[in-house]
C-alpha cells in the first residue's frame, strides 16, 4: 500500500532500499522476512515520504507526509544517505558482486548530489 501511494515499482522500491524485487514481492505477499530487511524496506519507504500509522482500533495504515522540504529536513537526509552509503569496492576481482557494488555506489552519490543541490537551492531561496 505504502509503495503504491508513492507511485513505485517494485524494482524501484527494492533500488532504494538496497534488496533486490523478489524480497520486495515477498513482503507483499506476507512472507516473513529477516527483521532487518523489513527495516531497510520501511526505511526506504519513510525516506521517499510515506508516515506509518499506528493501530488505532480501524487497522494500521500509511499516509504520505507533508512535502514541505526544509534545509534542516534536507540536511537530514544528506546525513542518513552518508551514513548507510554503500561502501567503496575493495580491491577484489571484477565479478557480477562487484560490479552490483560499483552501481550502488554511483547511485548513492547521484542521490547525494541531487539532495545537496536541492538544499543549496533551498538555502538560496532563503536568503532572497
Known sequence: MARVALGLGVRELAELAHVSPDTVARLERGEALKERTVDAIRAALETAGVEFIPENGGGAGVRLK?????????TGQIDALKADMTPEPD??????????????????????VE???RRAKLRKEEKE
Open 115 to 117: 539532495l545537496k543541490n
Open 91 to 112: 580491491n577484489e576481482k571484477p565479478s557480477p558482486k562487484r560490479g552490483m557494488k560499483q552501481l550502488r555506489r554511483a547511485h548513492d552519490q547521484n542521490e547525494l
Open 66 to 74: 507533508e512535502r514541505s522540504e526544509t534545509v534542516a529536513n534536507l
